[in-house]
């Protein structure tokens, strides 16, 4: 049985910071790459930002320099997290954490909003 929640979306101004977190509960989770996606109305679910189960960190081009992905792993939980600076308005999104080889039971995602 897997499980992802995630927290920290809100309102913010461009040049502003938010924090996102995720706890991706089960065990496929620990053994795996995991990542941020986000969902712009009408647009497909992206990856933004990937770690892998040793810590190594990929982003996408749009976030590089701005966003970074952490992790923190119990026995069968991965605490995830995305620190976002300098937002941009095209940042505007719902954000979802998944394994890079995304888990059908996608979590409600966290919004995020950024003003210009």
């Known amino acids: 049985q897997v499980q992802l929640v995630e927290s920290g979306g809100g309102s913010v101004q461009a040049g502003g910071s938010l924090r996102l977190s995720c706890a991706a509960s089960g065990s496929i989770f620990v053994v795996n790459s995991m990542g941020w996606y986000r969902q712009s109305p009408g647009k497909q679910r992206d990856l933004v930002a990937a770690?892998?189960?040793?810590?190594?960190?990929?982003?996408a081009d749009s976030v590089q320099g701005r966003f970074t992905i952490t992790r923190d792993n119990t026995k069968d939980t991965v605490y995830l997290q995305l620190q976002m600076d300098n937002l941009r308005p095209e940042d505007t999104a719902v954000y979802f954490c998944n394994s890079v080889l995304p888990v059908d039971d996608w979590g409600p995602g966290t919004q995020v909003t950024v003003s210009s």
């Open positions: 770690i892998s189960s040793h810590n190594v960190p990929n982003y």
